[in-house]
T-cell receptor, first 114, second 113 residues
Framework: DTEVTQTPKHLVMGMTNKKSLKCEQH?????MYWYKQKAKKPPELMFVYSYEKLSINESVPSRFSPECPNSSLLNLHLHALQPEDSALYLC?????????????FGPGTRLTVL | AQSVTQLGSHVSVSEGALVLLRCNYSSSVPPYLFWYVQYPNQGLQLLLK??????LVKGINGFEAEFKKSETSFHLTKPSAHMSDAAEYFC???????????FGTGTRLLVSP
């Protein structure tokens, strides 16, 4: 199984809502990533987890809160988002953080903040 | 710091024509280089990667790329374009020590019949 799954596929939320994005992989990968991608732009790294510990936070606002409950799951909790947070949120995983390892991407969650 | 430059935000080719997408990188250490493809409303899929060894790398869907250290380039080619190749293509670089990808701005490939 070389697949990264993400749910939901689409999400519309108000600025006062709390919602969560979910990502799952069963490849035994120990590194997992959240990216944000705006239209016609490359993905921007948000967070990196390695062995279930937060390794990198790219100065992301606190309204985004990542969580890694176990080695297969990665969540992104959303609260009090702004309309400019509307984007495609991509999850990825790799064997570990060593350079050269392929990152496998999920299909993304299309988030719209009203 | 590492960086990637992709020349041409859009490239248009006819079906059956050669595809050439350009990527130049900047890195103070030997780089790892990647090409990813993204179809509309989908995630990224790895086409090919260069780590060490042979400088001509073959990937999926008939694509290949050549690592040229002297030119700091990693251009992507395909001999004959197919309509299904129309997508966004991203070149990316990481270093040997850490798997943090730095992406180029992307090139949209348009294929006309």
């Amino acid at each position: 199984d070389t697949e990264v799954t993400q749910t939901p596929k689409h999400l519309v939320m108000g600025m006062t809502n709390k919602k969560s994005l979910k990502c799952e992989q069963h490849m035994g990968h120990r590194a997992m990533y959240w990216y944000k991608q705006k239209a016609k732009k490359p993905p921007e790294l948000m967070f990196v987890y390695s062995y279930e510990k937060l390794s990198i936070n790219e100065s992301v606002p606190s309204r985004f809160s990542p969580e890694c409950p176990n080695s297969s799951l990665l969540n992104l909790h959303l609260h009090a988002l702004q309309p400019e947070d509307s984007a495609l949120y991509l999850c990825a995983s790799s064997r570990d953080l060593s350079g050269g390892n392929e990152q496998f991407f999920g299909p993304g969650t299309r988030l719209t903040v009203l | 710091a590492q960086s990637v430059t992709q020349l041409g935000s859009h490239v248009s080719v006819s079906e059956g024509a050669l595809v050439l997408l350009r990527c130049n990188y900047s890195s103070s250490v030997p780089p790892y280089l990647f090409w990813y493809v993204q179809y509309p409303n989908q995630g990224l899929q790895l086409l090919l990667k260069y780590t060490t060894g042979a400088t001509l790398v073959k990937g999926i869907n008939g694509f290949e790329a050549e690592f040229k250290k002297s030119e700091t380039s990693f251009h992507l080619t395909k001999p004959s374009a197919h309509m299904s190749d129309a997508a966004e293509y991203f070149c990316a670089v990481s270093d040997q020590g850490f798997q943090k990808l730095v992406f180029g701005t992307g090139t949209r490939l348009l294929v006309s019949p």
